[in-house]
């Protein structure tokens, strides 16, 4: 299973627009990349999962370059309310089960 | 909809003692997830239900750990005896199905604090 490096903590200000990045060099073929958000005191919160290139909701868009050994969480114009932990996971569809590994995430403090 | 619900929210107990966690899932999910978070350190995996089966056991410390998920609905976590170690942050998930397609559902967690 592909492990992932992020970046401890991040500071922004509201109405920033903030990019995480994630390393994942040892990702494999069949593997995904997902982010959770996480509030203190609240389970992780899905946000976004890509294979390659761009995916974009409402939330947040997240870029893949071709290898796929890294990739960036785009938050647009963050608020207050944007302050939380952001876990870049990688992990793919394992028999029937699926496989991720958390590592402890970034923790992004956004000021006014 | 309802989101996957903990009881209780924190437990404080002793060495020696046992505990029950319970989790509610989000209804007509099949799979449930157990986590845990030891202070300081990655959020782990512990174990996979699918309904009442467990698909998935591999991340479950020792055998003073027992998860059990009768007529597959809710599902409890009971350490017993406690341990020190044992101390940290207990999340349970859900979701609708096996597939990385279908995200994670959380729960706010049990903190468990053994002393």
């Known amino acids: 299973l592909a492990k992932t490096t992020q970046p401890i903590s991040m500071d922004s200000y509201e109405g920033q627009e903030v990019n995480i990045t994630c390393s994942h060099n040892?990702?494999?073929?069949?593997?995904?990349i997902t982010w959770y958000q996480q509030f203190p005191s609240q389970g992780p919160r899905f946000i976004i999962q890509?294979?390659?290139?761009?995916v974009t909701n409402e939330v947040a868009s997240l870029f893949i370059p071709a290898d796929r050994k890294s990739s960036t969480l785009s938050l647009p114009r963050v608020s207050l309310s944007d302050t939380a932990v952001y876990y870049c996971l990688v992990g793919s569809n394992a028999g029937n089960n699926r496989k991720l590994i958390w590592g402890l995430g970034t923790s992004l403090a956004v000021n006014p | 909809e309802a989101g996957v619900t903990q009881f209780p929210s924190h437990s404080v107990i002793e060495k020696g003692q046992t505990v029950t966690l319970r989790c509610d899932p989000i209804s007509g999910h099949d799979n449930l997830y157990w986590y845990r978070r030891v202070m300081g350190k990655e959020i782990k995996f512990l174990l996979h239900?699918?309904?009442?089966?467990?698909?998935?056991e591999s991340g479950m410390p020792n055998n003073r750990f027992l998860a059990e998920r009768t007529g597959g609905t809710y599902s409890t976590l009971k350490v017993q005896p406690a341990e020190l170690e044992d101390s940290g942050v207990y999340f349970c998930?859900?979701?609708?199905?096996?597939?990385?397609?279908?995200?994670?559902?959380f729960g706010n967690g049990t903190r468990l604090t053994v002393t």
């Open positions: 998930a859900s979701s609708q199905d096996w597939g990385l397609e279908s995200p994670l559902h």
């Open positions: 890509g294979y390659k290139t761009k």
């Open positions: 239900f699918v309904k009442e089966s467990k698909q998935d």
């Open positions: 040892n990702i494999a073929t069949n593997d995904y």
